[in-house]
């Protein structure tokens, strides 16, 4: 449910200009300590260098004109099928819990629906993101890039998707430098 009172949210592509916005937003999402940036920051910043980006999946969550919101697209595979690696995904401390993730989560599956794509991954809690029609990959014979993530690894098929698309999981190449 939207809980953000009077004011207005517009979910959109982020252009060169959010970037720091953005940036400071997944910081101060995934911050677990007051003086060390999250992996997550670092991460970002490769994830947008890398050949993988899918710049059209990038997208911020303004409200009241301010960037709240942020979540970043790569792209992945399963074994030789592209598809797409949602994360990280991200929303200020003060107004997580109002709508705005999900509301980026919605907008995010749509568009990648309409852009043929055959299924999004990510890797997060399955009790948020079962919402949104995403289950663990392993029901759809896809495993994850680590076994351990079990449950964790989450994939949502899309129009395009088909039950012949199985295999090995892997992100952009960032991801596997965070070890
Ligand atoms: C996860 C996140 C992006 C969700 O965005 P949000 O705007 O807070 O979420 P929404 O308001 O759309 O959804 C709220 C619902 O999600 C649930 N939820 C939010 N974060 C959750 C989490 N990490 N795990 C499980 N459930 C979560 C809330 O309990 C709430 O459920 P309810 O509607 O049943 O009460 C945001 O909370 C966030 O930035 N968290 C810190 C960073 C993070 O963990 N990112 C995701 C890593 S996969």
């Not at 997944?26 to 490769?46: K, W, Y």
């Amino acid at each position: 449910m939207l809980l953000l009172g009077s004011a207005s949210m517009m979910i959109r592509r982020e252009e060169k200009a959010d970037q720091e916005a953005s940036r400071a937003i997944q910081v101060e999402a995934f911050r677990q300590s007051e003086t060390e940036e999250p992996i997550e920051a670092n991460l970002l910043d490769s994830l947008r260098d890398c050949d993988g980006w899918i710049p059209e999946l990038s997208w911020v969550a303004e409200v009241d004109g301010a960037v709240v919101g942020h979540a970043i697209c790569t792209r992945g595979h399963v074994d030789d099928v592209p598809c797409v690696g949602l994360g990280p995904i991200g929303v200020a401390p003060d107004l997580q819990r109002k709508g705005v993730g999900s509301s980026i989560m919605h907008a995010l599956i749509g568009a990648s629906d309409a852009m043929g794509e055959p299924l999004i991954a990510l890797l997060g809690d399955p009790s948020y993101y079962s919402r949104f029609g995403f289950v663990a990959s392993a029901e759809l014979g896809i495993e994850p890039p680590e076994a351990a993530w079990g449950v964790y690894f989450q994939v949502r098929p899309l129009t395009a998707w088909s039950a012949s698309i199985t295999g090995q999981f892997r992100y952009a190449a960032p991801f596997d430098e965070l070890d």
